[in-house]
């Protein structure tokens, strides 16, 4: 059976293409990973989430695949650009630790929520930024002799006017670019999107974080850092590179415009950006503290999973308003589906037809929600029990949303109750304190037990 070859929309041309890799041996494939100043929230997920479909349906349909998804730990900015300080250094010092004793619980927790949301980390390389300060400035040395640059009094700057294609992946129009970053303009810059390779330390600052350099002692741009990390793994001109896209007017493009300017090749083929998810309409972001983590769901009963479903239930490129309502219909389905697969025998086969329909939507831009509804066309179709569970145990190769620990926990909290405890956590919310009782009466009427976090959440649970 012929199979549809796999299509990406990319940023770069606005379209969809069909996928070449540069070489046959491996796709590159990096994504711009998290800055480690606060935990990792459910917006960024998704974009690792994104990145992960990306990996698996690379390799369902044969690619060999080298992920790396990098660590910020150093030099990304308040405001994305020029301006503000390094997030890394502020929590840090506002919180009287060191770099290293700040950072590390986040890394430990990005790694173990990754896990719970089933990405698949095997052989995946998580570069940080701090250890490749070498790499860092090499490639702005290239760029200085190659005269794509100038220094101010803060810092090395890269000159966009030397490079023709700066607008191409963002649809910039400079010239709004222009009035609208006039304000915040940073130093002495020729160009407000010139934009910074290497900051020097203030002499009257004491930073945690500075290195020495030929041009003095001081630190990377945050852009410099996912350049010469992708670069030093992937090689100069590489397959694919993804993340969220507000990165598009920026970081990639900033990316883009130093790694082409510093090699003379083109530095990437396909560009993919994931659309935003929000909560309530608003931005989900750590900067506004507006956001919940992996954690905060699995302690109001959710499993990690649900997430991943909810994620899978829509296009990457179409914006995603998170509620725990949705949450919530996404766990019932997906406990519903591990109920069912896991009662269903072993030993059948796997069935053409289906497996041609789900690589079809798989193939086309990563259509999940297409793919996912495959996964219930199978369940109600006339195919044996057995040929079900194969048919459905391959598409999870790339859905991975079967999990027998589903099936053995104790019963879900189910949605009335859920709903009820969202409605106390509103009232209180609005201070409506008798409201709030009434719900919790409620709830335990039937016959459970709400109880609230430090964080401002709540977990239910059964009276036992
Ligand atoms: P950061 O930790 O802010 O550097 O972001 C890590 C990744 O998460 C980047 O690819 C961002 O573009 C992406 N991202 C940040 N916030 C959201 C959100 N609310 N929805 C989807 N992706 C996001
Ligand atoms: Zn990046």
Request: proline fraction near 4%; aromatic fraction near 10%.
């Amino acid at each position: 059976m012929i199979q549809p070859s796999l299509h990406l929309y990319n940023t770069l041309t606005r379209q969809k293409e069909v996928f070449k890799p540069i070489t046959n041996k491996e796709v590159g494939l990096y994504s711009c990973g998290p800055t480690v100043y606060n935990y990792a929230h459910i917006g960024n997920m998704r974009s690792f989430l994104l990145s992960d479909i990306v990996k698996r349906t690379l390799k369902w349909n044969g690619f060999k695949v080298k992920q790396v998804i990098n660590i910020t730990d150093v030099g990304h900015l308040t405001d994305d650009g020029d301006f503000g300080e390094d997030k890394i250094e502020q929590e840090a010092k506002a919180s009287g630790q060191t770099v290293e004793e700040l950072t590390k619980p986040f890394i430990d927790q990005f790694h173990a929520d990754l896990k719970r949301l089933h990405i698949d980390t095997a052989s995946t390389l998580f570069p940080q930024a701090t250890n490749y300060i070498t790499q860092q400035i090499a490639l702005i040395e290239k760029l200085i002799n190659l005269g794509f640059t100038y220094q101010t009094e803060d810092g090395i700057y890269f000159d966009i006017t030397k490079y023709p294609r700066y607008t191409e992946l963002g649809k910039l129009n400079l010239k709004g670019h222009t009035e609208d970053s006039i304000r915040n303009q940073a130093s002495d810059k020729k160009h407000p999107a010139d934009f910074a390779l290497w900051k020097f330390s203030l002499s009257d600052s004491n930073r945690l974080q500075e290195w020495p350099s030929p041009w003095g002692v001081g630190f990377p741009g945050w852009h410099i850092e996912c350049s010469a990390m992708s670069m030093d793994i992937l090689g100069a001109h590489f397959d694919i590179h993804t993340g969220g896209e507000d990165h598009i007017p920026i970081h990639h493009t900033n990316e883009r415009a130093q790694s082409e300017s510093a090699t003379g090749k083109p530095f990437v083929n396909f560009w993919l950006h994931n659309a935003f998810m929000s909560t309530d309409g608003n931005k989900m972001s750590k900067s506004t503290g507006n956001f919940f983590t992996v954690s905060d769901l699995i302690n109001l009963n959710f499993p990690a999973l649900a997430l991943r479903y909810l994620f899978l239930s829509a296009h990457y490129r179409s914006p995603l308003n998170f509620s725990l309502e949705s949450l919530t219909a996404a766990k019932t389905a997906l406990l519903k589906i591990n109920h069912t697969i896991f009662d269903l025998p072993l030993n059948g086969n796997i069935n053409q037809n289906f497996l041609t329909e789900f690589t079809t939507s798989l193939n086309d831009d990563l259509n999940t929600a297409k793919a996912l509804a495959t996964v219930y066309k199978v369940l109600d179709s006339s195919l044996s029990p057995a040929d079900k569970r194969a048919t459905i145990g391959k598409f999870d190769e790339v859905l991975a949303i079967l999990d027998k620990n589903l099936i053995t926990q104790t019963d879900p909290i189910p949605d009335e109750i859920m709903i009820l405890a969202e409605n106390r956590q509103t009232a209180r919310q609005k201070a409506n304190w008798t409201e709030a009782d009434k719900f919790r009466q409620e709830i335990e009427l039937k016959g459970y037990t709400i109880s609230d976090t430090s964080d401002g959440n709540f977990i239910v649970s059964k009276i036992s």
